[in-house]
T-cell receptor, first 116, second 115 residues
Framework: AQKITQTQPGMFVQEKEAVTLDCTYDTSDPSYGLFWYKQPSSGEMIFLIYQGSYDQQNATEGRYSLNFQKARKSANLVISASQLGDSAMYFCAMREGGGSNYKLTFGKGTLLTVNP | ETGVTQTPRHLVMGMTNKKSLKCEQHLGHNAMYWYKQSAKKPLELMFVYNFKEQTENNSVPSRFSPECPNSSHLFLHLHTLQPEDSALYLC??????????????FGSGTRLTVV
């Protein structure tokens, strides 16, 4: 079974509007972390936002917020006021466990296109 | 500049060639990783090194051979590759106590084409 599921291969949004990118995860570990990365056409993966499994509040970083619904095992990324530069691939990832666990498991990604 | 530098950016090699990918970071990170990114597939973890010691080999074929001479440098030696090995190879690094909050710092990748 996939640990990270991103069901939207592609999404379109108008400039200045908000968009939600979906991510569901599967783990039995009570301690985990969820990440979102952006990958422009240049190839590098850029860290956007992090949510810990024990965090009480949804994470926010500027125009990015994470809609964390623990019971539903979803961690959707919300981008407000979309900009043309937001056009990229977006990946959801999960770290299971704590301590010295250094592995991240990634979803297949969602290609976001922002239209002018 | 991401802090993790990968060279070369692009590589075309024949199936009988031997080549190496290089990754370098001067962020003081202790862990380094190789990931393979193929079209329409999730990123696949290949190898993990922590303080120069290999801690993970994710059933990678022996035609891929990693080397980590120190915590700042990571290589991926390639030989007798197959066309299906064509992909973007991403290097990443992390610092133990920060990884939980910030995940990895990635390089820009090497786009490998096997002909």
């Amino acid at each position: 079974a996939q640990k990270i599921t991103q069901t939207q291969p592609g999404m379109f949004v108008q400039e200045k509007e908000a968009v939600t990118l979906d991510c569901t995860y599967d783990t039995s570990d009570p301690s985990y972390g969820l990440f979102w990365y952006k990958q422009p056409s240049s190839g590098e993966m850029i860290f956007l936002i992090y949510q810990g499994s024990y965090d009480q509040q949804n994470a926010t970083e500027g125009r990015y917020s994470l809609n964390f619904q623990k019971a539903r095992k979803s961690a959707n990324l919300v981008i407000s006021a979309s900009q043309l530069g937001d056009s990229a691939m977006y990946f959801c990832a999960m770290r299971e466990g704590g301590g010295s666990n250094y592995k991240l498991t990634f979803g297949k990604g969602t290609l976001l296109t922002v239209n002018p | 500049e991401t802090g993790v530098t990968q060279t070369p950016r692009h590589l075309v090699m024949g199936m009988t060639n031997k080549k190496s990918l290089k990754c370098e970071q001067h962020l003081g990170h202790n862990a380094m990783y190789w990931y393979k990114q193929s079209a329409k597939k999730p990123l696949e973890l290949m190898f993990v090194y922590n303080f120069k010691e290999q801690t993970e080999n994710n059933s990678v074929p022996s035609r891929f051979s990693p080397e980590c001479p120190n915590s700042s440098h990571l290589f991926l030696h390639l030989h007798t590759l197959q066309p299906e090995d064509s992909a973007l190879y991403l290097c990443a690094s992390s610092l133990g106590r920060e990884m939980a909050l910030y995940g990895y710092t990635f390089g820009s990748g090497t786009r490998l084409t096997v002909v």
